[in-house]
C-alpha cells in the first residue's frame, strides 16, 4: 500500500472504528493479535497518534503491544530519513545531525533536542574550566577531567560489540562506548568550545586529534583521554603490523566517520547474529559508500 493509500484508507476508519480494532490488540488468540498488527501497520505512520492514548491503558497487554507497533513504525521512519540523509549528503554532512539520525533508527522516541542541551550544558561548564587553563595540553586536561573523571565517560571493555556502544544516546545515558562513539562525543564538546579537534580513524582503533600550526596531541577516548603523540599512533600500526599508510593518520570526514560508526555497528550486530539488524545496517553503509 503506498502511502496516499494508506491515508485514504486510515481517513475511512471513525473514532469508534479505531478504538474497536486498537482494542483488538489484546485478545488472547495470536491469530487474532498478529491480524489486527498486521491492518494497524499497513494505515502506516498516522497510527502512532491512535496508539499514544493506550500507552497508559490499564490493559499491560494492550499497553505493551501498542508501544511495540509505535517503536515498530518509528523506526521505519527514522530508516527512511537516516537513508536519504545519507543519500543525500556530500562528503562533509553534520556529523551530529548523522548521528542523531542513525540513534533514532533504533531508538526513534529519543528526545534529541533534551541531548543536544545536555551536550550545551557539558560544554558551558566546560567553558567555565578551560579558560583558567594553561596552552593545548592544559584545555584537553581539563576536558579530559570532566569527561572521563567526573562524568565517568569510558570504554566499554566487557561488552564491547554491545550495539548501544554505538548509538550516542545510549553512550551518554550509560557513560560508556566504543573507541568512535567516544571520540564522537568529545568531538561534538569541543566544536562546541570551538576547538580544532578532529577524528583519526586508525586500523582497529580510533582516537581524536587536536591541531594547530603550532600543536598536535591525540587523544584516547576510549582509554579515558589518554594523550598520544604522532609517533605513538605509529608505533601503534607498527605494533598491529598494519601498513603505514599516510591515510590512517588523516582526519576522517564526517561522511566516512558516519561509515565507521555504521561499520562498528553492522559488526556487532553480525556478533550477536542479529540478522535482521545487520541487514538494515548493511543498506547504510552501500548509502554512505556510494
Not at 533514532?104 to 583558567?132: C, G, I, K
Not at 607498527?238 to 566516512?256: A, F, Q, S
Request: charged share 25%; net charge neutral.
Amino acid at each position: 500500500m503506498n502511502p496516499s493509500a494508506e491515508a485514504r484508507a486510515a481517513a475511512q476508519l471513525s473514532d469508534t472504528q479505531k478504538a474497536a480494532l486498537i482494542s483488538l490488540l489484546a485478545d488472547d488468540d495470536p491469530a487474532v493479535y498478529i491480524s489486527v498488527r498486521q491492518q494497524l501497520l499497513s494505515f502506516g505512520p498516522v497510527v502512532r497518534d491512535w496508539l499514544r492514548p493506550y500507552l497508559i491503558s490499564n490493559d499491560p497487554v494492550l499497553r505493551r503491544r501498542a508501544a511495540q507497533i509505535i517503536e515498530q513504525l518509528g523506526r521505519q521512519l527514522a530508516d527512511t530519513r537516516f537513508l536519504s540523509f545519507c543519500l543525500r549528503s556530500g562528503e562533509d554532512p553534520d556529523l551530529e545531525q548523522g548521528a542523531w539520525l542513525l540513534a533514532q533508527t533504533r531508538y526513534p522516541e529519543v528526545n534529541v533536542e533534551a541531548y543536544r542541551a545536555l551536550l550545551d550544558e557539558y560544554a558551558l561548564r566546560l567553558h567555565e574550566r578551560v579558560v583558567f587553563a594553561h596552552g593545548a595540553r592544559g584545555v584537553l586536561t581539563v576536558i579530559n577531567q570532566y569527561l572521563f573523571e567526573k562524568l565517568g565517560f569510558a570504554g566499554d571493555e566487557e561488552n564491547y560489540y554491545d550495539p548501544d556502544n554505538t548509538y550516542l544516546n545510549k553512550v551518554i545515558d550509560r557513560r560508556k562506548g566504543n573507541p568512535v562513539s567516544l571520540c564522537v562525543l568529545y568531538m561534538l564538546i569541543a566544536r562546541r568550545l570551538h576547538l580544532p579537534v578532529t577524528g583519526i580513524g586508525l586500523p582497529g582503533h580510533f582516537v581524536c586529534r587536536f591541531q594547530t600550526s603550532c600543536e598536535e596531541i591525540y587523544i584516547d577516548c576510549f582509554n579515558r583521554g589518554k594523550f598520544m603523540t604522532r609517533a605513538d599512533c605509529i608505533h601503534y600500526l607498527v605494533r598491529g603490523k598494519y601498513n603505514l599508510h599516510e591515510e590512517y593518520l588523516v582526519p576522517l570526514t564526517p561522511r566516512r566517520l558516519l561509515l565507521r560508526m555504521c561499520g562498528n555497528l553492522h559488526r556487532s550486530y553480525f556478533h550477536l547474529e542479529q540478522a535482521e539488524e545487520a541487514k538494515r545496517v548493511h543498506r547504510y553503509l552501500v548509502a554512505l559508500a556510494s
